[in-house]
């Protein structure tokens, strides 16, 4: 299996088969998501990419909304 381009002792299965890198779950991100690319249907790098994308999303809209109720627990 091949090692993660910014973590060498860590191996992964997601590859990409454009730049020729392999990246593992934490790393795992499209590098050119604007640009064409024939391997794209068949990329779980791009799959994960695209989950990551709308969990973003989502926790951006969660942030810009009113937050009630805070609860202060634990610190100190
Ligand atoms: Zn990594």
């Given at each position: 299996?091949?090692?993660?381009?910014?973590?060498?002792?860590r191996?992964?299965?997601?590859?990409?088969?454009?730049?020729d890198?392999?990246?593992?779950?934490?790393?795992?991100?499209?590098?050119?998501?604007?640009?064409?690319c024939?391997?794209?249907?068949?990329?779980p790098?791009?799959?994960?990419?695209?989950?990551?994308i709308?969990?973003?999303?989502?926790?951006?809209?969660?942030s810009?909304?009113?937050?009630?109720?805070?609860?202060?627990?634990?610190?100190g």
């Amino acid at each position: 299996m091949p090692y993660c381009v910014n973590h060498p002792h860590r191996e992964t299965s997601y590859v990409c088969m454009k730049h020729d890198i392999a990246m593992c779950e934490e790393c795992v991100t499209c590098r050119d998501p604007e640009l064409y690319c024939k391997h794209r249907t068949a990329c779980p790098i791009w799959f994960e990419y695209k989950e990551k994308i709308k969990e973003e999303r989502r926790r951006r809209e969660e942030s810009e909304a009113p937050a009630y109720g805070e609860s202060a627990s634990g610190s100190g």
